[in-house]
């Protein structure tokens, strides 16, 4: 019976009602990037690691950061502290985060070059990881759900050939549209590790996974169908099938007119909207196919005050009356003030009460 009680109300959990459709009196909220550079604590915290990924690869450590904004702002989900980088890492192309300079990987840019990856230690590797997420989920309070996620596999490409941040795609465009059956290998490889890394997570107690694919934009249509879409549709067909208790968020940040129909095509429950999607054409075009999150703007939560209230009011209004988890269009930017988040929070919570 106590084990019944608990299922639900996991099952009561309003991001997860939210996203089995129903439409929330005040919708849930939570922010992409919400544990981070913006929080003081995030900083001690990163200052005692030294090195990024070793703050990823210590469940102790991680659970504290993931735990830092949850203290201040009682968000409605948790999400897992890690990165989309610790799949490259995984597979054997190592990572280093430069201050000020972000991640930086030894690129791999040919079928060949693919020979010095493998998922032969995948879940070694990120074991620490899944150890965080049983940890949270022993700590977590009881309507807080937690979020697992992953890299969607064309984000994660962009690093991995570019050997980093990019801005204009020029080196993994090049081999995409030059040798799409080569690349094809790595997108294939990416499948399979995302698909079984995301399963990983699950089964440590991740409730919802979330896929940022948030180089998207950077795509023409016809290959935005071809390594955006078909990727992540193959890896939602193979997790619910695993895992059908468990519901997928995509943010296909910057996809534009191609939201239309994404969510279709590839069976997600949630999409994630940036912030700059009309919310007009998003309730009327996107919200009957799919719950929506999303999609304030970052900079408005640096702005904070009136500015960001009437933002907010508009998204909540626009987007409230059908199912939708409350979010900003894309990660805290680290100038953000804390307050600020609080202010957010305090609005969110007390809309339509
Ligand atoms: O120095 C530091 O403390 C590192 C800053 C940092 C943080 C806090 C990085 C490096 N990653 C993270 C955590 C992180 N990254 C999380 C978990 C925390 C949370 O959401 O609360 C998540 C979900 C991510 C996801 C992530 N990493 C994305 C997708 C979402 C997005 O923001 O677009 C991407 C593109 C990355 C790559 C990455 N990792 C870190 C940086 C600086 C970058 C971006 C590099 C670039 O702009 O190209």
Same mark, same amino acid.
């Given at each position: %019976? ?29 922010? %992409? ?40 702002? /009682? ?43 493998? %998922? ?72 399979? /590790? ?11 107690? /991740? ?147």
């Amino acid at each position: %019976m106590a084990n019944q009680d608990e299922a639900d109300q996991g099952r009561d959990k309003p991001l997860l009602r939210a996203l089995r459709g129903e439409i929330l009196e005040r919708p849930p909220f939570w922010l %992409m990037r919400q544990a981070g550079r913006y929080l003081p604590e995030y900083l001690e915290v990163r200052r005692q690691a030294g090195d990024f990924l070793t703050l990823c690869y210590s469940p102790d450590l991680a659970v504290e950061v993931t735990l830092q904004p949850l203290r201040r702002f /009682a968000m409605d989900a948790a999400i897992l502290f890690a990165d989309i980088l610790v799949v490259p890492d995984a597979l054997g192309q190592p990572l280093n985060y430069r201050e000020g300079e972000g991640p930086v990987l030894e690129p791999v840019r040919s079928v060949a070059e693919l020979s010095r990856l493998d %998922m032969a230690g995948l879940h070694d590797r990120l074991a620490p990881v899944y150890e965080t997420i049983r940890r949270l989920r022993q700590e977590l309070p009881p309507s807080t759900a937690l979020i697992g996620f992953a890299g969607a596999p064309w984000t994660v490409a962009t690093y991995m050939v570019e050997g980093g941040g990019s801005r204009d795609f020029a080196t993994i465009k090049a081999w995409a549209y030059g040798d799409p059956d080569g690349f094809g290998e790595l997108m294939a490889l990416l499948v399979d /590790a995302t698909t079984e890394y995301l399963e990983a997570q699950a089964e440590a107690g /991740a409730e919802v996974v979330q896929l940022f694919d948030t180089w998207a934009g950077a795509l023409p249509e016809s290959a935005f169908g071809r390594w955006c879409v078909e990727p992540v549709a193959e890896i939602v067909r193979r997790f619910r099938k695993s895992h059908p208790e468990v519901p997928v968020i995509a943010f296909p940040r910057g996809a534009g007119v191609l939201y239309a129909g994404y969510a279709q095509a590839t069976g997600v429950a949630g999409l994630g909207l940036d912030a700059t999607v009309p919310l007009g054409w998003a309730a009327e075009t996107l919200q009957t196919g799919a719950t929506l999150q999303g999609n304030l703007d970052p900079l408005m939560l640096v702005t904070g005050g009136e500015p960001m209230r009437h933002e907010i009011g508009r998204i909540l209004e626009t987007l409230g009356n059908g199912p939708f988890i409350f979010n900003l269009g894309h990660g805290i930017i680290p100038a953000t003030p804390p307050d600020h988040v609080a202010e957010l929070a305090e609005f969110v919570r007390s809309w339509r009460a």
